[in-house]
């Protein structure tokens, strides 16, 4: 079981967000990374077609690398797929990562919380229940990005990125009601904690902006088994659109990870 490898998911570069935690975690396990970056953004893409892209392309994968797990790390992906994902590959377990409203509302004290997301994520059913579930007292501001996940993907490409425009996405985040102030932002796509430095400096005022990663890992951590630290085939980064740039080669290979076709 542990020489099956542990497959990580996204629309782009942000599933590494979570990859880097994992490995942490789980050093003695293989990790293959799927860019859907033929697909990139998620944002914007109707809900029926994108669960079938994503129903196929995992058809295929699991075909292929037969998985111990598949984490995936996308907010827009896992907040629309999870179940059908469950359903359709029964044998393998997924984890996702979804929007961390429960832990927002535990941890805020003026009550005031905001989640930063793609506008899918903010469009999802699965996002509102997560609100009515588990943060019925708060005050919650969904802020849907329609140019975030892409700036971060210039951004780590070492494309230079306005800081205006930059502050522009995340201003809506910060609300002020009754003497009280917005102390959390929930960064509710895995792109986003690429540009958490750049939302520090901008911000209005200081807030804890909340970054699942960790938390996913632990949560992929329980659900295999751990072993030995062995030699094993080296960590692969699938690209499906199978013309990733130089920056991103580069990127991949600055994470350890080899490039592999999407299809031979
Ligand atoms: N990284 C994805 C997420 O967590 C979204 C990026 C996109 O495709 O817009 O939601």
């Known amino acids: 079981m542990s020489q099956q490898p542990i497959l990580v998911f996204d629309s782009g570069i942000g599933g590494l967000t979570v990859l880097r935690e994992a490995r942490v975690l789980m050093p003695e396990r293989r990790f293959i990374y799927v860019a859907d970056d033929a697909g990139f953004p998620y944002g914007n893409w109707g809900e029926a077609e994108l669960t079938q892209r994503i129903l196929s392309l995992f058809a295929e994968l699991i075909a292929r690398f037969r998985p111990a797990l598949c984490v995936i790390a996308c907010n827009t992906a896992a907040t629309l797929v999870l179940e059908p994902l469950r359903s359709a590959f029964a044998d393998t377990p ?28 903010v469009r999802r059913a699965y996002t509102r229940d997560l609100i009515e579930s588990f943060a019925s007292r708060c005050h919650v501001r969904l802020v849907g990005s329609e140019n975030l996940a892409g700036m971060a993907e210039r951004y780590i490409r070492g494309e230079k990125i306005s800081r205006d425009a930059i502050q522009a996405e995340i201003m809506p985040c910060f609300v002020e009601k009754l003497g009280r102030k917005t102390d959390i932002v929930v960064l509710a796509c895995t792109h986003y904690p690429f540009l958490a430095n750049l939302f520090r400096s901008l911000a209005p005022w200081p807030v804890d902006w909340l970054d699942p990663a960790e938390a996913i890992a632990r949560r992929a951590l329980s659900l295999v088994t751990t072993g030995p630290l062995v030699s094993h085939a080296p960590d692969l980064a699938i690209f499906t659109s199978n013309d990733p740039d130089f920056a991103i080669k580069r990127l991949m290979s600055g994470f350890g990870l080899t490039p592999e076709q999407m299809r031979h």
């Open 94 to 121: 997924f984890v996702g990562t979804v929007p961390a409203i429960k832990p927002a509302a535990e941890r805020t004290r003026s009550g005031l919380v905001s989640v930063l997301a793609t506008p899918g994520t």
